[in-house]
């Protein structure tokens, strides 16, 4: 047996490291799709009429629609009614950290992610959606100094309803695609965040989404607002226990920057990839994430790290409406043992001089498959509009696959596009060439992959560069050191 | 230093070392000569534990121990380096830092402790003043875009700083122009020392007007055929290897 291929065995014997359930009371809807489940998530929300409206509008188009098929993932047909719409811990309205169940708190110590010390140290503040409802928000105070709104995307309904009803669906329209649409119809909670003309977001604003509930889908809405000159930068990350039943995941983030507005956006996903020898278990996250740059000189980036889950559709996009406005697109995928992902992104340039730039960077190992799909649009008013594209993948072991599919629709002339992609694998020579300075397979393979993806990683916020790399060394780990 | 006592090895399945001996002690400075397919990097790899490449009978010993058995990164940290015949491209990389992870598995491997960043810098800028190489290629990866003379004076740089005790140049002649053969040459006669030993394998003479043998081997057919000292590189410039076939 080749070096390489017991590296390759090795990670596949490990387990997920963060497989653990945590014991809270759940208030949980039984499993079921239909009118009257939508009108009980929008009753227990307390929400106003036209929003139930907006729901059940959004439900009754996802009936006609078709699951898309496309994609190169392949799983077992889903069941929209045998899952559960709804899933609350039971304690609600927290003013406080010390009002948090303790049991919550212990699983974000088990993760590595204490809410106080990420409080005291760090200066991020956490707003920690649990199992749908936001449980507990902190620095709350000081970012109402500075007049950003950041909370839950329920209070946001109750306290800025103008806002929401102007911005919600206005970038993802609950008609754009079959996921969109049944999140629109059940979405329980979410992310909200305002950054009023001219504010430059104090701190990183950072959520840890968690799936805590057995066949509980996560229907997450995120909606980030950056009016005129206004910055921010916005951290995701997520973990999951361990699973039998397939659990789906269809959230739905808009991001809208206004003129001279920069919203970056980044996420470091390590979601439950499935049982390692069958694949079994494992989260579904089909994902809508698409920002629009309103106007001029505004800015949006996304920064993606995808570890975890077994199957993941997501394609983060920006519409670069605003003259001279920029889109960026920053990934690193990593698909392992039976993991596969169709990923990649959607550059659609409308205004003059717009600008996109996307990275991509894929890694397999053991029987992972992985898509990049790309999508770059020119319309026929960007003038001088530029892309760059870079799509490398990697493979590690003879099992696993990388795909490319770049899609390049060009409508005016004076486009300037540029395309590069690579393959290559950590081969036996590479790992025969460290060996032979001293340095072990395990160790070359972090060394190689982290290099890989070093383009990526320095576009992540310092404190979420090294949560990505201890990330990845999980869903890698044999395989990276 | 090493001993290779009737080494029969092979790749796939293939007998291709047909039981070599070979002993140095030292301080030496061995050369191997023989044809392609001879089985001259056979050796090579089988002395640094190249996975494919199994023995079949016969033992190396390096200060005494069998090494058989040993991981390729084992053997590496026990003092044998080779020079690659064909240095391997790391994309992404960088020069640096590779070789200030080898240096520190080595280190470490010593009960010594890792240099940091700053020691390893002051460190590495002495080493390539030796090898007339750029400070800029440090920022490079490893290997990549190098051309065929700089990925050998890259070996000769990591032989440097890693200080081995058994030194294997695997055809490092090859693609190098004169100027590069000189820096490379020099490079290793100033490495030379009592305790030090190389084998260098060649095809050539060349590389050994500049690094001169205590020991020339004929390799031939797995075997080594025929030893003597430096001149014996210069009678096989001269009469190439067919008188000394059976």
């Known amino acids: 047996m080749s070096n390489e291929q017991q590296v390759i065995d090795e990670s596949l014997k490990k387990d997920y490291a963060y497989g653990f359930v945590t014991d809270i009371e759940s208030e949980t809807l039984p499993p079921g799709l239909n009118d009257d489940v939508i009108r009980t998530i929008s009753a227990i929300k307390e929400e106003p009429e036209w ?25 077992p047909e889903i069941d929209y009614q045998a899952i559960s ?65 950041f909370g839950s995307f329920s209070e946001a309904v109750k306290n800025y309803p103008e806002l929401i009803k102007k911005y919600l669906g206005s970038v993802v329209p609950y008609t754009d695609n079959y996921y969109a649409a049944l999140n629109s119809a059940v979405f329980t909670d979410g992310s909200f965040v305002y950054i009023p003309k001219g504010v430059k977001c104090p701190m990183e604003l950072s959520t840890y989404f968690r799936i805590n509930e057995a066949n509980t889908g996560q229907f997450e809405r995120t909606l980030i607002i950056a009016e005129e000159g206004s910055h921010v930068s916005y951290l995701e990350g997520c973990t999951a226990p361990q699973r039998d039943e397939n659990q789906l995941h269809a959230a739905v983030v808009e991001l809208v ?32 994430k698409r920002g ?12 993606q790290v995808e570890t975890g889950s077994a199957v993941t559709w997501k394609y983060p996009s920006c519409i670069l409406k605003g003259d001279n406005s920029v889109g960026e697109f920053y990934s690193v995928a990593v698909t392992n043992n039976h993991q596969q992902a169709d990923t990649g992104t959607k550059m659609i340039h409308l205004g003059k001089n717009t600008k996109s730039t996307i990275i991509s960077k894929g890694i397999s190992a053991g029987q992972g498959q992985q898509t990049y799909r790309g999508e770059v649009k020119i319309m026929k008013g960007a003038e001088n509009a530029r892309n760059f594209s870079q799509c490398d993948s990697i493979l590690i072991g003879e099992k ?65 560069a090294v949560e990505a790399t201890k990330l990845m060394e999980v869903s890698l780990e044999g395989s990276i050191g | 230093m090493l001993d290779i006592k009737n080494l029969h090895a092979g790749v796939d399945g293939k007998e291709i070392l047909k039981g070599l ?70 994309p992404g990389v960088n020069n640096t830092y590779f070789l200030k992870a080898a240096l520190n598995a080595k280190r470490k491997h010593a009960g010594k402790k890792g240099l940091d960043a700053a020691g390893f810098l002051k460190l590495i800028k002495e080493k390539l003043i030796e090898v007339s190489m750029d400070p800029k290629y440090l ?34 002649d090859s693609g190098l122009d004169i100027d590069a053969l000189k820096i490379v040459a020099d490079g290793v006669n100033r490495y030379r020392n009592a305790d030090r030993s190389f084998l260098v394998i060649t095809h050539y003479q060349r590389l050994l007007k500049y690094i001169e043998p205590d020991f020339v081997h004929v390799l031939i057919d797995g075997q080594i055929v025929k030893s003597g000292g430096k001149e014996l590189a210069l009678e096989l410039e001269e009469k190439g290897y067919n008188w000394l076939e059976s």
């Open chain 1, 257 to 288: 920057a206004h003129k001279d507005a920069t919203i970056k956006y980044s996420t470091v996903q390590n979601w439950y990839p499935g049982h390692p020898e069958t694949g079994a278990g494992g989260i579904y996250n089909f994902v809508t």
């Open chain 1, 292 to 303: 629009i740059c309103l106007e001029e000189n505004s800015h949006i980036s996304w920064t």
């Open chain 2, 21 to 90: 001996n070979l002993s140095i002690k030292p301080g030496e400075m061995h050369a191997i000569m023989g044809r392609n397919g001879s089985g001259k990097s056979t050796l090579a790899n089988v002395i640094t534990g190249r996975e494919d490449y199994t023995v079949s009978k016969g033992d190396i010993l390096f200060a005494g121990d069998s090494i058989l058995d040993w991981s390729p990164e084992a053997r590496s940290l026990a003092g044998i380096f080779m020079s690659f015949q064909y240095p391997v491209v790391i």
């Open chain 1, 400 to 464: 696993c696959g990388a795909h490319t599919f770049p899609y390049i629709d060009v409508r005016n002339p004076t486009a300037q596009m540029e395309h590069e992609a690579t393959t290559s694998n950590i081969g036996e020579d590479q790992l025969f060439y460290c060996n032979q300075r001293g340095i072990s397979s395990e160790d070359a393979v972090s060394m190689i992959v982290n290099g890989f993806c070093k383009d990526v990683f320095k576009e992540l916020p310092m404190e979420f």
């Open chain 2, 139 to 172: 920022q490079r990866a490893v290997n990549d875009g190098f051309s065929g003379g700089e990925k050998k004076r890259n070996e000769i740089l990591q032989m440097l700083t890693l200080e081995p005790t058994l030194a294997i140049l695997d055809e490092t």
């Open chain 1, 85 to 149: 719409y709804f899933s609350a811990p039971k304690k609600k309205e927290l003013a406080s950290l010390d009002e948090v169940d303790p049991e919550l708190l212990a699983t974000y110590t088990k993760l590595g992610i204490p809410l106080e010390e990420q409080k005291m140290l760090s200066g991020v503040a956490v707003d920690a959606v649990f199992d749908s409802v936001s449980v507990a928000t902190t620095f709350k105070e000081e970012l109402k100094k500075a007049g950003v709104i």
């Open chain 1, 51 to 75: 929003l139930l409206e907006w729901r059940l509008k959004a439900y009754r188009h996802w009936l006609k629609m078709e699951e898309p098929k496309w994609a190169k993932v392949v799983y």
